[in-house]
């Protein structure tokens, strides 16, 4: 969706190695989430943030952090702890005050 | 947790026929969404529907909740409707709306 952008679109992880993914949203959002998504499944939530400098975790958080410094951004790390890193990670903000989450491109994350 | 359950799983198509694909829900929910999942991955949202019908286009849906399922119409289907349709509930807690996915309903249009 228009106003929330996810960089980069591809990423590669080495072993141990530890990786930032950014999520920015211009909507003015003040909730913001952070999902996976394994080939052929649904979506998984990671993280959540419903208010600058809060944040709570999801149903996977383990092997992942996060930060909200910013009402514009929730970027996500994807620690040497997650053994399974490779998925498709997809940012969304909003789902507040009878209005519907939006959702970035996504981030696909391979292990080299 | 609320669980979600989309039915069929796999339908294929001619161009040009209708279909109907369902979202059960486990309990009562504040938020639920449809959604196209394109081949490229992007997640278009197609209705936010808690409640009532909502009619766009060829789409259009209808959620009982208090029968707790939703249903997505597509009617003269075309090939740029090929692709993965989701279900996504919520229950609120406190001001954030943390969605819960169905497996999804992978759609394939053939001429």
């Known amino acids: 969706d228009g106003g929330i952008t996810q960089s980069p679109k591809y990423l590669f992880r080495k072993e141990g190695q530890n990786v930032t993914l950014s999520c920015e949203q211009n909507l003015n959002h003040d909730a913001m989430y952070w999902y996976r998504q394994d080939p052929g499944q649904g979506l998984r939530l990671i993280y959540y943030?419903?208010?600058?400098?809060?944040?709570q975790k999801g149903d996977i958080a383990e092997g992942y952090s996060v930060s909200r410094e910013k009402k514009e951004s929730f970027p996500l790390t994807v620690t040497s702890a997650q053994k399974n890193p490779t998925a498709f990670y997809l940012c969304?903000?909003?789902?507040?005050?009878?209005?519907?989450?939006?959702f970035g491109d996504g981030t696909r994350l391979s292990i080299l | 947790g609320i669980q979600v359950e989309q039915s069929p799983p796999d339908l294929i198509l001619q161009e040009g026929a209708n279909s109907t694909l369902r979202c059960n829900f486990s309990?009562?929910?504040?938020?639920l969404q449809w959604f196209h999942q394109n081949p490229w991955g992007q997640l278009i949202n197609l209705f936010y529907i808690p409640s009532g019908t909502k009619q766009n286009g060829r789409l259009s849906a209808t959620t009982v909740a208090t029968e707790r399922y939703s249903l997505l119409y597509i009617s003269s289907s075309q090939t740029t409707d090929s692709g993965v349709y989701f279900c996504?509930?919520?229950?609120?807690?406190?001001?954030?709306?943390?969605?819960?996915f169905g497996t999804g309903t992978r759609l394939q249009v053939t001429l």
């Open positions: 969304a903000s909003g789902g507040t005050g009878n209005q519907p989450q939006h």
């Open positions: 309990d009562s929910v504040n938020n």
């Open positions: 996504a509930v919520a229950d609120l807690s406190g001001t954030a709306s943390k969605l819960t």
């Open positions: 943030s419903q208010i600058v400098n809060d944040f």
